[in-house]
């Protein structure tokens, strides 16, 4: 056993299991998370591919029953609940908290073996809204790397937590946003997006030296290249928007970063049909709602589709997959987008399928599965709008990820099915930083059209979209799906329960409850010879804030500051 | 129909403290001038800002509590606006005067249902 001394001060005592199991460890590099090796979880997405999958086994259809608590632990000041994927290296988890706090833990026990509590502008913070929840940390070179609420993205060392660098990259006294999203490490840089969708700023994509805090280049979402500032009229760009607040991912065949963007403001357009001449924003408003790709040594931009053109429902393109596959020979990559529209590509984002995951959808009739037109758009006019716009401005699907299982060839996702009622109202343009948002309408979550609202969790055909089984919930569940070879499937649902399927035929197998909602990550790793599936609990923020007054039930005296990180094994 | 309780003049004094487009803060370093405006329009607001949490104008409840018949008193109203409440609503102390927040809290208080 050795001794160390926290940062916090107090001394900790680390097993020999780890010790061992360190001495073993070789440093975090784009190789190691490319080859995603199956004791660890390296990246947010599991590894480049994004498969959130793991190919342990030890826990299985066959045993999952006997699976049990075997530690937990406590961030504290989980305000707006534990959003964050839990990440994973030679048996020492790291995750984050609410205001950025940092943990490393022995994975298997549970010990704390460092935490770190940033210092942040707390007053800066008290004006926010899409705050102070911090999505996850990213690994490399020895460093745990994780962005904070007042703009800063901090390099820590691995093994103390000991700050090695400190970087603002945004004015967010100025802007009001910050970082909330995790970012991703790969050659030697930590690539991290802006909070943007709803403020006057231009959604920076920032790539910053690994090894220093430097900053290496910055891509701007809103009016970033000539081309793109010529879509947006009347100086629009100014109204801004954009931003890429979810991490992307690396693909090393061609040196590029993959990359979602959010939507523009305001979110909701009075310009009718003419919006590429009328309404607050005229043109396209590249490259907002669209998937970029960035050289990641340049942060040039080498190619972009643009999933919604001129969006005006607020379903912007922010979700962090990028499913690497290869079917029949070609290298293909699969996005969801907000909207429940789910976009297959070639590698340079050249577009390959479009295909849907919820019932309920109207603000288009369809996207063409060819050339991605989206046919019988609905642009509003000021006004209130007739017929209830589906789906909801919390998305057909979330921000959390789906997971790809490569031994069944299934793509596990959740889907969500809820309405809102709205009224259009045509604003004065917000160019400079305003008191929070630009939503530019008045709304009510409503349900669909004849039916109640309900989430579900479908095994699809990644590229064709193919449905093999459905499980319904009464309400959407928001967090991220695990999928294992152990032929299981994990969904930690909206009102605390964590299930395990079948991967193969959708049949529930074992369930848990955690005590509140889950709207966070679900990881599994080994430590010492042993399967542990980690998940983080806590409700809290945009989507769920809707859950106590849409549902009652559970969710009236479930609280929005609490949380935990709750790890199984078998007994 | 739309109610057209949220478009009010602003009185002078607070005109003068603050130079906003629905509710520019004031302390803001802006990257482009706000336009010079003399009317606060606390509908407006509540379409770009408000209304995320506090649905339909305010006439309903959403993410936090229905505006609207509120038994809540001015005080409490006031102090909820200046300072927020950790996780749940942003602190607007900085961001309005207290004559705007004054208007906000008219607002509220002539909230009636929408017709038809």
């Not at chain 1, 440093?27 to 498969?51: C, F, M, P």
């Not at chain 1, 758009?377 to 790809?404: M, Q, T, W």
């Not at chain 1, 459905?470 to 649902?493: H, I, K, M, Q």
Request: proline fraction near 6%.
């Amino acid at each position: 056993m050795r001794k160390q001394w926290l940062n916090s001060g107090l001394p900790v005592l680390v097993g020999a299991t780890l010790a061992a199991s360190a001495a073993l460890a070789q440093a975090v590099d784009t190789a190691r998370i490319e080859a995603a090796g199956q004791n660890d979880w390296l990246t947010y997405h599991g590894s480049y591919k994004s498969y959130h999958y793991s190919p342990l086994a030890q826990i299985n259809a066959n045993n999952v029953g006997n699976l049990g608590v075997a530690w937990m632990h406590i961030p504290g000041r989980s305000t707006r609940g534990l959003q964050s994927m839990p990440l994973v290296a030679d048996g020492v988890l790291y995750y984050s908290g609410s205001y950025s706090r940092v943990f490393a833990l022995n994975g298997a026990t549970g010990e704390v073996i460092w935490s770190f509590f940033p210092e942040l502008d707390e007053a800066l913070i008290s004006r926010q809204t899409h705050s102070p929840y911090n999505r996850g940390v990213a690994l490399g070179e020895g460093k745990v790397f994780v962005g904070t609420m007042d703009g800063r993205l901090i390099g820590l060392d691995a093994k103390t937590g000991k700050v090695l660098w400190d970087t603002k990259l945004i004015d967010s006294q100025k802007l009001t946003v910050g970082f909330t999203g995790a970012p991703l490490y790969a050659k030697g840089s930590v690539i991290i997006g802006a909070q943007g969708g709803e403020w006057p700023g231009r959604g920076p994509i920032f790539a910053v030296d690994a090894a220093t805090g430097k900053k290496k280049w910055e891509f701007l979402t809103v009016a970033g290249t000539d081309e793109a500032m010529k879509t947006w009229g009347s100086d629009s760009w100014r109204t801004g928007g954009g931003g890429g607040w979810m991490p992307g991912t690396y693909d090393s065949e061609t040196n590029t970063i993959l990359w979602g963007t959010a939507n523009p403001a305001p979110l909701y357009d009075w310009s009718g049909t003419d919006y590429k001449t009328q309404g607050a924003r005229p043109g396209d408003n590249l490259y907002t709602s669209s998937v970029i790709g960035l050289d990641i040594d340049s942060g040039k931009l080498k190619f972009y589709h643009q999933e919604l053109p001129h969006d005006a429902w607020d379903f912007d393109s922010a979700v962090g997959e990028f499913v690497m596959l290869e079917r029949d020979g070609q290298k293909l990559v699969v996005h969801p987008n907000k909207s429940g529209y789910i976009f297959v590509y070639d590698r340079n984002l050249g577009l390959k399928n479009v295909w849907r995951i919820t019932e309920n959808s109207n603000f288009v009739k369809n996207i063409d599965p060819k050339t991605g037109e989206l046919v019988g758009r609905r642009d509003f006019k000021a006004g209130k709008v007739d017929e209830p716009l589906c789906p909801h401005i919390s998305g057909g699907v979330s921000f959390n990820a789906g997971s790809y299982n490569p031994k069944t060839g299934l793509y596990y996702k959740l889907g969500q099915e809820w309405c809102m009622t709205l009224e259009v109202m045509k604003t004065t343009p917000v160019t400079a930083p305003q008191a929070q948002l630009n939503i530019g309408a008045d709304f009510k979550i409503a349900p669909p059209p004849g039916g109640e609202i309900y989430g579900h969790l479908d095994a699809r055909d990644p590229v064709t979209g193919a449905k093999k089984w459905e499980v319904r919930f009464p309400e959407p569940p928001l967090a991220s799906v695990l999928s294992t070879a152990g032929n299981l499937v994990f969904v930690p649902d909206s009102r605390g329960i964590i299930h395990a399927y079948d991967a193969e035929s959708g049949t529930e197998l074992w369930n848990h409850n955690n005590g509140t909602g889950h709207q966070g990550g679900i990881v599994s790793y080994s430590a010492g010879g042993k399967q542990y599936i980690a998940v983080t609990a806590g409700f809290g923020g945009m989507a769920s804030d809707d859950y106590a007054p849409t549902f009652g039930g559970v969710y009236k005296s479930m609280p929005r500051d609490d949380g935990a990180l709750i790890v199984y094994s078998l007994k | 129909m739309k109610s057209n309780l949220g478009t009010m003049t602003l009185l002078p004094a607070a005109a003068l403290a603050v130079s906003l487009a629905c509710g520019v803060p004031v302390h803001a370093q802006s990257a482009t001038p706000a336009p010079d405006q003399e009317t606060f329009d606390v509908g407006q607001l509540f379409a770009t800002t408000c209304g995320w949490c506090h649905s339909d104008g305010g006439r309903a409840a959403g993410k936090g509590p229905q505006l609207m018949n509120t038994t809540r008193d001015d005080a409490y109203l006031r102090s909820r606006i200046k300072s927020g409440k950790s996780g749940a609503m942003p602190a607007f102390g900085e961001t309005f005067s207290d004559a705007q927040i004054d208007q906000i809290i008219t607002y509220i208080r002539q909230l009636k249902p929408r017709e038809g």
